[in-house]
């Protein structure tokens, strides 16, 4: 049986190279360890990049964008207008994720994947590709999000962003996303996906269901109960990680997915956001076992799901700030840690070349001496 792209092998890791980043953490001028997490991105950076002294020099910021038939059910406080305004807001610079950006010497697309309104500006701007599959998904809490046909496009819209960054000369992927209401089958996935038979307890979706764009209790119970609504017409278990994402998924998210598995097979390394793009990275793990050595997660959001899936994907964010917004904002501001790991492990001198006795030479000398 011919495999599917998505299921094509990722590359290995270089374990040589991993070796050997260890081995000059250990000599640096410094105590073993006393950097922490910045020691661990370095070493990671290093085996995924080949190379024992890793720099980012072109990282790669694309927001997809989609929208959700399932708004129609109250789901979220802004209306669908929004998705589309905010895409103008992206590419004129004025957002979050423009800033950072910007402040990171990033380059920046957005990705139009499906939107409910028209977008008449796309010609406008290199930056922002119309990739339209339809107006939006359908209403998951009563059909399919999607058809076969549709979650194929939309996998493919992010398989071939990430063959042209590879052609560009990108070293580091950044997915950001929009879509109101998206948080709603970020939420369904993440219920659908955690299952009890995979030594995880089984999900409560009120759990996993968070305020999104600040609904209130009312508006949130009955999110709740639309997610709930979802899963019940569906046997999950019986059900190919694909499916799951064809009946729950959005086009963003999908296309998010197939971005990260594709990254994964060309050896570009992910560092993954919040709560809607760890649940596109839990789809692709799902789908392709072998992404999760590609992805590093940049921070735990405030959304409250977001914990459960790091936990399922045994995912350790590097910070925790509070963030909820999305947009890719949340990986954007930590792409400067892991800037700095690498400085630090390129551009410390080891304690030979600072003339500086290490506690193994020290403990070496004495013993000579006694």
């Known amino acids: 049986m011919t495999k599917l792209w998505w299921q094509n092998d990722c590359l290995a890791i270089n374990e040589k190279v991993k070796r050997e980043a260890q081995d000059r953490q250990e000599i640096l001028t410094k105590p073993p360890g006393s950097l922490g997490r910045l020691e661990d991105v370095a070493i990671i950076l290093a085996s995924l990049y080949c190379d024992n002294k890793p720099e980012i020099k072109q990282p790669l910021i694309t927001i997809f964008a989609g929208d959700h038939g399932v708004v ?61 599959i339809a107006a939006g998904t359908a209403d998951l809490s009563e059909v399919s999000a999607m058809t076969a046909e549709q979650l194929e496009q939309a996998l493919a819209i992010g398989q ?57 209790d009312t508006a949130w119970a009955n ?27 959005g086009f963003e998210i999908a296309a998010i997915a197939g971005a990260y598995i594709r990254c994964g097979q060309l050896g570009i390394p992910v560092l993954v956001d919040g709560f809607i793009t760890t649940a596109a990275a839990l789809a692709a793990c799902k789908m392709n076992p072998q992404v999760k050595d590609w992805l590093l997660f940049s921070h735990q959001s405030e959304e409250q799901g977001h914990q459960l899936m790091l936990a399922a994907l045994n995912a350790k964010p590097l910070v925790q700030l509070g963030l909820r917004l999305g947009e890719g904002s949340g990986a954007a501001t930590v792409l400067p840690l892991l800037r700095q790991a690498c400085a630090l492990h390129n551009k410390m001198a080891t304690f030979a070349e600072a003339a500086i006795s290490s506690s193994d030479a020290e403990a070496a000398a004495k013993n000579q001496v006694d």
């Open 72 to 132: 129609a059910q109250g789901v979220s406080a802004f209306p669908q207008a929004v998705t589309v305004e905010m895409i103008r807001n992206f590419v004129n610079g004025g957002a979050a994720i423009s800033v950072l950006a910007n402040e990171n010497n990033a380059s920046l697309q957005v990705v139009n994947c499906g939107t409910a309104f028209e977008i008449d500006f796309a010609d406008d701007y290199a930056d922002l590709l119309d990739k339209s």
């Open 160 to 216: 071939q962003v990430v063959e042209q960054g590879k052609k560009d000369g990108i070293d580091l992927f950044i997915a950001g996303e929009m879509g109101i209401g998206n948080t709603t089958p970020a939420a369904a996935l993440g219920c659908a996906y955690i299952n009890p038979s995979e030594n995880h307890e089984a999900i409560n979706v009120a759990d996993m269901t968070g305020r999104g764009t600040g609904i209130d």
């Open 223 to 249: 999110k709740v109960r639309v997610i709930e609504k979802a899963l019940a017409r569906l046997d999950v278990k019986a059900l190919s990680p694909q499916e799951i994402l064809q009946e729950l998924g």
